[in-house]
């Protein structure tokens, strides 16, 4: 939607949408994504991570045909929350799934992978729409939202093809096949190596217990899980508070306040985009060997310096146009050429280089990380849903903003990156090398200090070697037997 909202094709036939009705459009998709999120849970605890991924895609085939046949933005924004449900679905469900089918030194990687494939996907189809501002007429934009209809199509030929979740196959007792999904996973279908018999022990023996912890929502409460569903929900909160995806969103607005009009405007704002996806990238070398907690503590402070520097070059040096810049109702400032312009657009890359080497991956792998296994499901569609929310709320938000209060916007960016560093140092304990039954150890009532955890090996790689030796002394015995017979 970037690289259309600001088209003249788009602001002809929707009637120059601003304000409040552009932040309706924009935010039409997070709506969608709250409803989406919260159905998720109890869907994917029913029929599985993999199949609810697959039911999500039929709502963005009916989602996608109404914004290619759409006539006016009432009809557009039934579209986008037709496939915002299908987002809520899948954003919360996929790193689930891939947190249950990974192994713990190579999980946050999984995720990071992820991340990139949905950069990806965005680059391409701003680009795409990019270039079908060159049509004329609706065709442009009517165009760029049909091809949303081939990636769908894709995925949902391709799921079939993938295993279902081991975790989630044991929760619903059908042991075997999670012992061999687990082994072709971890052993290349060996079920008796040593790795693959100590984590089924492991799932075997969390799940016991979660099985006595009760049922209901008291699951998310009792014995030390409210401080995982905390952690969780308020994780992927500030993730949104944080105020990047607003720029990610918007930085065509911020573009044209900074002078940049037409087509530079435009590559200017999918540079982005590129940018995000080398940043993400790198961070895949390193996720796995960097702990959550420093990269969302520094990450968080890094963008409040961003904020900082864009608000305050935006209030020092600026022009208000009334009118708006270049007829749209949306930008009422205009940046003074040279140095300031050039600032503002640095730190926007800026923020968004610090965002894709921290927030942006960590917030969704942090979140998949810290459930137990009976409530992985939903509380993972709680934390997407708390994401969603504030997505919905900020997309409200913002366009009036904009209007409103203009560069002090960056400003309350800022310092509520700011108290987000300071509640993850104080609230998240270092999940990083850990298996997610270890995790459970971390937030339950005898668990250590979040600022005192750090990042270190499994303690599956001590049970592997109880494994290995309680196989050795069987074996030796049954060598023993064998000779006295």
């Known amino acids: 939607m970037s690289a259309i909202v600001v088209t003249d094709q788009y602001l002809t036939y929707f009637n120059n949408p601003h304000g409040i009705i552009q932040g309706a459009i924009g935010s039409a998709l997070a709506a969608g994504s709250v409803v989406g999120s919260a159905i998720a849970g109890p869907l994917s605890d029913k029929i599985g991570r993999r199949d609810s991924i697959f039911f999500a895609c039929f709502f963005w085939l009916i989602g996608t045909s109404v ?18 449900f299908t987002v809520g679905i ?12 990974a192994k713990a030194e190579k999980r946050g990687s999984l ?15 701003y680009f795409i729409g990019y270039g079908c501002a060159s049509i004329e007429g609706t065709a442009s934009f009517r165009t760029a939202w049909g ?4 990636p769908c199509f894709f995925l949902m030929i391709g799921l079939p093809f993938l295993p279902r979740s081991p975790r989630w196959l044991a929760k619903v007792g059908r042991d075997q096949e999670a012992i061999a999904v687990l082994a072709n996973i971890q052993a290349d279908g060996n079920v008796d190596d040593p790795r693959v018999v100590a984590e089924w ?14 049922k209901g929502w008291r699951k998310f409460v009792k014995n030390g899980m409210w401080k995982r569903t905390m952690a969780g929900m308020t994780v992927q909160a500030w993730q949104q508070l944080a105020g990047a995806n607003v720029i990610v969103y918007y930085l065509t607005y911020i573009a044209q306040m900074a002078g940049l009009t037409g087509n530079v405007a435009m590559v200017t ?3 982005q985009y590129a940018v995000f996806i080398i940043f993400t990238g790198v961070m895949w070398l390193f996720i ?9 503590v520094y990450g968080a402070l890094g963008m409040a310096f961003c904020h900082f520097v864009v608000g305050g070059v935006m209030g020092a040096h600026h022009d208000n146009v009334p009118e708006g ?82 560069w002090k916007l960056f400003i309350i960016f800022g310092v509520l990156c700011v108290t987000a560093a300071v509640w993850f140092w104080l609230f998240y304990p270092e999940t990083c090398g850990k298996t997610l039954e270890e995790i459970e150890i971390l937030f339950g009532d005898q668990g250590p200090k979040p600022w005192k955890t750090k990042k270190g090996e499994s303690r599956l790689t001590a049970e592997i070697e109880a494994v290995k030796a309680r196989k050795t002394v069987e074996h030796e015995i049954e060598v023993h037997e064998h000779e006295k017979v």
Request: hydrophobic fraction near 50%.
């Open 147 to 150: 091809i949303q209809f081939i």
């Open 111 to 125: 995720v990071i992978i992820q991340q990139l494939a949905i950069e990806f996907g965005i680059l391409i189809m």
């Open 201 to 214: 022990e492991e799932i075997v023996t969390v799940m016991n217990a979660e099985r006595e912890a009760g």
């Open 325 to 406: 810049v270049g007829g749209n109702a949306n930008i009422v400032i205009s940046v003074h050429k040279g140095a300031p312009a050039n600032t503002v657009i640095l730190f926007s890359y800026l923020l968004i280089v610090v965002y894709a080497l921290t927030l942006a991956p960590v917030c969704w792998i942090y979140a998949a990380e810290v459930w137990s296994l009976g409530t992985r499901a939903t509380g993972m569609s709680m934390a997407a849903m708390s994401n969603w929310v504030f997505n919905f709320a900020l997309g409200m938000f913002t366009p009036p903003a904009f209007v409103n209060i203009t």
């Open 269 to 271: 704002s999918g540079i």
């Open 67 to 84: 914004q290619v046949a759409c006539k006016n933005y009432g009809q557009l924004i039934a579209g986008r929350v037709l496939n915002g």
């Open 90 to 101: 899948t954003s919360s469900q996929v790193p689930v799934y891939l947190a249950e089918i």
């Open 288 to 296: 796995d060997k960097t702990g959550r907690r420093t990269l969302l």
